[in-house]
């Protein structure tokens, strides 16, 4: 089963974040059969999103299909300094079960890897934080 684990080393702009998601829309098209919102709806979820770090930006949410599906994505995720109620940090994980919509997310967190100073890894099943020795 595939999954991903994403974190941002800085915070990126929300321009450049808006720009990226952009870019993006005709993976979305191309792959409109295979792809729900993060409701389960047929379409992928667009949303502005304010973090608790300080940080606005636009976000968006998509899974498989039913019965083809896992843990909702969202991009961009977490940023360094956003928290949980108990002021835990927060990280970014997706576990696709090996559904296909998994493909897609490697295939956009290889674009934002380009593009954003982040780190990505995948197959990673059971480690589910970074190692902050690294």
Not at 47 to 55: F, K, L, T
Not at 78 to 96: A, E
Not at 105 to 134: C, H, N, T
């Amino acid at each position: 089963m595939t999954t991903y684990i994403w974190k941002f080393n800085t915070i990126p702009d929300p321009r450049d974040v808006e720009y990226f998601i952009d870019e993006q829309m005709p993976v979305f098209s191309r792959n409109a059969r295979y792809l729900t919102g993060g409701d389960g709806e047929p379409i992928v979820d667009l949303m502005r999103v304010e973090h608790n770090c300080g940080a606005v930006n636009l976000e968006f949410q998509f899974n498989g299909v039913e019965g083809q599906s896992g843990d909702v994505f969202c991009f961009p995720g977490y940023y360094p300094g956003d928290m949980d109620d108990d002021g835990n940090p927060l990280f970014n994980y997706c576990d696709t079960n090996g559904y296909f919509y998994g493909r897609i997310i490697g295939k956009i967190l290889d674009r934002a890897q380009k593009v954003f100073d982040m780190e990505v890894r995948v197959g990673v099943k059971e480690q589910r934080q970074f190692d902050s020795a690294q």
